[in-house]
């Protein structure tokens, strides 16, 4: 009974560690979601209405991976990148907190509390949302040779563009709803993430459970 009791209290640690205000630590993205690719490809759409449910986090650890998680030894991600360099990010408000998802770490790292979903958007629907994934591009990331800033924005456009599809998908798989939005508040955004000057806000993607139409 000692020996049980000491187990449940090590994992009710572990968890508070695991979602604490400074970072959460995310669990590995499924391997399998028993969803055939062409089958996801058919019913990929955009959804504007979800239910006031936050999706899990185990939900929001694949559809973050899927997004730009690592995929490979060398530390390349699930998406294409210009000259194979990481300038992009994803940002997220979830249960009301902002976080940087972290890559290489595959987890959350916490920036502020006390933040609304309509705070990045200038359509209101998305704020009804109670997840948002904001992808945002680090224009400090480019290396010399990548051409003007012109030239820059339109590889961060393309490699979001990447990432915006694998949401969709992973998103599909999982019977969730997102939505690309262009829509971005730019003041919002840096203010919700502490984003610096040249770390740009380019879409939105609110992620939830689908409400009936």
Known sequence: MQRLFVF???????????????????????????????????????????????????????????????????????????????????????????????????????????????MTSTQGWVGKSTCVIVIVADMDAFPFYAGLREQQLKYAHATAGCIAQNIYIACTGLKLGTCLVAGVNVTGCKKAFKLHENELPLFIMPVGYPSAH
């Open 8 to 118: 449940f209290s090590i994992l009710l640690i572990a968890e508070a560690i695991a979602y604490s205000d400074t970072t959460i630590v995310l669990d590995k993205p499924l391997e399998n979601a028993n969803v055939d690719i062409m089958k996801a490809f058919k019913n990929r759409k955009s959804e504007r209405s979800y239910t006031n449910q936050l999706i899990s986090i185990h939900h929001l650890s694949t559809v973050l991976w899927s997004g730009y998680g690592i995929n490979r030894q060398d530390g390349k991600h699930t998406v294409p990148t210009a000259y194979g360099k990481n300038y992009m990010k994803l940002y997220v408000i979830y249960d009301g907190k902002t976080y940087r998802y972290l890559p290489e770490k595959h987890c959350l790292q916490f920036i502020r509390a006390e933040v609304t979903t309509a």
